[in-house]
């Protein structure tokens, strides 16, 4: 739990992959502009590709919570939940990290935060003053991602499949499924999720700090 309640919340949004995580990051950033809340993503703190693990097959996977810097996440989620602002390197696939965009996240008393292992860290589950879990059929995800990654990682479809049976699933039976029932919120993105969203604004409204 944030001890900062008084000044900020904390809102963490986890999920297995292509659930929705980040959509459903932006929507709520786009409902709470005007408290211009700070959107913090975890996917900008992988690790490079030659620190990450490999499976037997010499394959890369980044569907483990050592794929990500944990200590550099949760020194700078506690540095923006403090008040202070945080730079932070945009993470984008296949891209030269030095030639990252740099970001500065300014802190407000609304910080949004997404990522698989949101929950698992423990550092950063007791930063969380309110949790979303999103749910969505397997079979609806591995089809977000088999997208996502043909179109933006240039992956191939037999290599996403691999990917998704010896890597994703693994990991969400393991690092993600575990914290389902103790959200505080869980959000079905599927036909139900403009009823959900509807349902978990009102719900987050009654947590937010006053002023």
């Known amino acids: ?11 963490g949004i986890g999920g297995g992959s292509g659930s929705g995580k980040t959509t459903l990051l ?5 409902f709470f502009n005007q408290e211009d809340p700070a959107i913090f993503s975890m996917d900008n703190y ?3 590709i030659e620190a990450q693990q490999k499976d037997s097959n010499g394959i890369v996977n980044f569907d483990l919570p050592s794929a990500l810097n944990e200590d550099l996440l949760t020194t700078d989620l506690i540095t923006l939940a403090a008040g202070h602002p945080i730079e932070v390197k945009e993470y984008f696939f296949n891209s030269n990290p030095n030639k990252n965009v740099l970001l500065t996240i300014q802190p407000s008393k609304i910080i949004i935060v997404e990522g698989l292992f949101l929950f698992h860290y423990e550092r950063v589950n007791r930063l969380l003053d309110y949790t979303i879990f ?3 059929d397997s079979d609806i995800q591995l089809d977000r991602r088999i997208y ?3 179109e933006t ?4 479809r037999s290599d996403i499949i691999y990917q998704w049976e010896n890597h994703a699933l693994p990991c969400y039976k ?3 499924l575990p914290y389902k029932n103790r ?3 869980i959000y079905r993105n599927d036909h139900r999720a403009d009823e959900d969203f509807q349902k978990l604004t009102v719900s987050m409204a009654q947590e937010l700090p006053k002023t």
């Open 1 to 11: 739990m944030n001890n900062l309640k008084q000044k900020t919340i904390v809102i």
């Open 26 to 30: 932006r929507r709520l950033g786009d």
């Open 46 to 48: 992988y690790n490079p």
């Open 134 to 136: 999103v749910d969505v």
């Open 148 to 150: 996502r990654d043909q």
């Open 153 to 156: 990682r240039g992956y191939s």
């Open 174 to 176: 393991s690092y993600i």
């Open 183 to 185: 959200a505080n919120f």
